[in-house]
């Protein structure tokens, strides 16, 4: 089951990025009874959607998060070694390049929206379980 709202989500991302996070999420959705049964939650419909919506969130802040660092961190060692740029199959990959500058602002609007909604801190969390505990707590 992928959440309505999430559905909507993932609608804009492109199909690799789709795929992933909605497996992710049908997987996690898989094993959410049990997440719940040993956090001694009681998994009611509007939390298991809720909790499945923050896990497909999380994985795509993840997944954003950790190509925007990688990008940034190989756009530095790119300038230091004065390369000007790497290609990537038809993607072009340096400090300057449109791929970078676009992750760039993917990553700070992602990161902005996800704390304007107070979802800075369960996407950050290490554990699905966590993120599931937390949300019941403000159930």
Known sequence: MTPRYLADVMAELPYRLRD???GYV???DAA???IARECGIRLTAAIRE??????????????INSSHWLAANSAELFRRAEVPR?????????????FNQELR???H??????????LDEPVE???????????????
Do not use: K, N, Y
């Not at 609007?109 to 107070?118: D, I, S, T, Y």
């Not at 969390?125 to 159930?139: P, T």
């Open 20 to 22: 992933e996070v909605g």
């Open 125 to 139: 969390m290490s554990h699905v379980s966590d993120v599931l505990v937390w949300l019941a707590e403000r159930s």
């Open 26 to 28: 049908h997987a996690v």
């Open 86 to 98: 790497v290609q990537a199959g038809s993607l072009f990959v340096g400090p300057g390049e449109e």
């Open 109 to 118: 609007r992602l990161q902005v929206l996800l704390a304007e909604h107070g």
């Open 32 to 34: 959410a009874d049990d």
């Open 50 to 63: 809720d909790f499945l919506f923050l896990v497909g969130i999380r994985r795509l802040w993840s997944t």
């Open 105 to 107: 602002r993917l990553h």
